[in-house]
């Protein structure tokens, strides 16, 4: 299962979990990095703290206070991590990644800046919350699941829903050392680069890249078909022409699914055609 994890995702979660592992050797109490010198230099400080450097920015995103904190964002990380780093490529995933890891940290500077209070900042919370905007974005009419209700609901929902519980959270629950501003933030940065690669789509990281994977897919398939190929019998004509019929009709079940995507995305595919182009991107 491991293997099957895109490589920027994986790589992420293996250097968050690490990084993790660090802190318990280097703490007595994980809950308070700032007390070994890993949590001290890699924390991101309020701006005018002497101990604030610029590539906290980046190492704050990789540092967290308890087992839940980093539980909880490894698994949403790699829940939607997966699905829009197959689908953006890993360029433009780790690049959107990390931008919105550092618009939360400047979102969290910000508040810091209005409400007098300077505790480090850590966490992975903002850059995969922009994950999860990414993905509602994307796939805003997927269902999916959310603990406790006991249907789906649109992807889309699913966002505004965690966006409302964050901003609610940051009004009400002032003073409770969570980061709730920064949050949002990521997914306030989150959606700015995706309008901007969505109005700039000549660029390398545009959102019509994920045509792409689709033709992946198509190229997979075509090798999986060649390769499992058998040996008909011989002199056994009848399997060659049953053979031939049968490729040739797989081939135009997925070329037509591909046009369709491409003439009107993938959210205009039914189930069974999801179902179908999933089935051929799993057959190498």
């Known amino acids: 299962m491991f293997q099957s994890i895109p490589k920027i995702t994986k790589n992420l979660l293996i250097i968050n979990v690490l990084v993790f592992i660090a802190l318990l050797v280097t703490t007595p109490d994980y809950r308070h990095p700032e007390y070994s010198v890993l949590g001290m230099y890699g ?15 980046i190492t ?54 209005l409400t007098d209070s300077y505790n480090p900042t850590i966490g992975a919370s903002g850059a995969v919350y ?22 789906p609901i649109k992807a889309k929902w699913f966002v ?29 940065f ?12 000549g660029s390398d990281f545009d959102l019509g890249s994920g045509q792409q994977y689709f033709a992946r897919m198509k190229r997979n398939f075509e090798q999986h078909q060649r390769q499992r190929r058998p040996e008909p019998r011989s002199g056994s004509k009848e399997a060659d022409m049953e053979y031939n019929a049968r490729k040739r009709q797989n081939q135009e079940e997925v070329d037509r699914i591909l046009d369709k995507i ?23």
């Open 43 to 57: 924390s991101l400080h309020y701006f005018q703290d002497p101990s604030f450097h610029l590539y906290q920015f």
């Open 60 to 113: 704050y995103q990789f540092l967290h206070g308890g087992w839940s904190h980093l539980f909880f964002n490894m698994f949403a990380l790699w829940m939607f991590g997966c699905v829009i780093e197959r689908i953006w490529g890993a360029k433009k995933y780790l690049i959107y990644y990390l931008l919105c890891g550092i618009g939360a940290g400047l979102s969290q500077e910000v508040v810091q800046l």
């Open 130 to 151: 922009g994950i999860l905007l990414a993905f509602g974005m994307t796939f805003p009419e997927e269902r999916i699941f959310i603990f406790p209700l006991p249907v």
């Open 160 to 188: 505004c829903i965690y966006a409302g519980i964050e901003l609610f959270s940051a009004i009400s629950s002032a003073g409770d050392d969570v980061a709730h501003m920064a949050h949002l933030g990521g997914m306030l």
């Open 190 to 201: 989150g959606f700015l680069l995706i309008r901007y690669w969505q109005k700039h789509p």
């Open 262 to 284: 491409r003439k009107s995305g993938y959210d205009s595919l039914s189930k069974d055609e999801k179902q179908r182009l999933f089935d051929a991107s799993r057959e190498r």
